[in-house]
């Protein structure tokens, strides 16, 4: 998915959720291993969980919120030789879409 298309889709999912309150709350507890859980990041990378991420990065970090510690040029060049994305910030949109669109297809059967 090219960064227009990324953008376009985030946007249209982003505004469904705040447009709801439940969904909304739901959006507000997501945790990153429900971003990048196993699936998405199979579907979507080279890597099999948040762990491999972090230690094949080479980067010595612990967890993804000392991603903000490190060089981003560099970081996103990891990205981008590793994923479906150029940077991370594309690549935690394109999570978010997935979890959306798997939380909105959720609602939908518990309300059949």
């Not at 979507?44 to 993804?64: A, E, P, V, Y």
């Not at 990205?79 to 940077?87: L, R, V, W």
């Amino acid at each position: 998915m090219d960064k227009k298309e990324l953008d376009k889709t985030f946007n249209e999912y982003f505004d469904k959720f705040k447009a709801d309150k439940e969904l909304g709350k739901a959006m507000s507890l997501i945790t990153f291993q429900q971003l990048f859980n196993p699936t998405f990041l199979q579907a979507n990378s080279k890597f099999t969980s948040m762990d491999d991420i972090l230690w094949r990065s080479g980067f010595g970090i612990m967890n993804l919120l000392e991603v903000e510690n490190v060089n981003q040029d560099k970081w996103n060049e990891y990205i981008a030789k590793n994923t479906d994305c150029e940077t991370w910030h594309d690549f935690g949109k394109l999570a978010m879409i997935d979890w959306m669109k798997n939380k909105l297809e959720e609602v939908k059967k518990e309300k059949n």
